[in-house]
């Protein structure tokens, strides 16, 4: 295991001890945040907004 901080996925989802680094969850909160809006701008809104349920299913096994 490496240094950085690991969390399990498991109160969220309902999945048994999967543990996700934390550059992977976050990498997975940018590859699902929702840009399908009227009037998104990256200059704006950055990623756009942050789909937690998308993220963590993105995460499950």
Request: net charge positive; glycine share 6%.
């Amino acid at each position: 295991m490496t240094s950085a901080k690991r969390f399990s996925t498991e109160k969220a989802t309902g999945h048994s001890k999967r543990t996700s680094s934390a550059p992977d969850a976050a990498q997975a909160l940018l590859d699902t945040a929702d840009r399908a809006f009227p009037g998104y701008s990256a200059a704006v809104h950055g990623q756009g907004y942050l789909d937690l349920e998308s993220a963590l299913k993105a995460l499950a096994p």
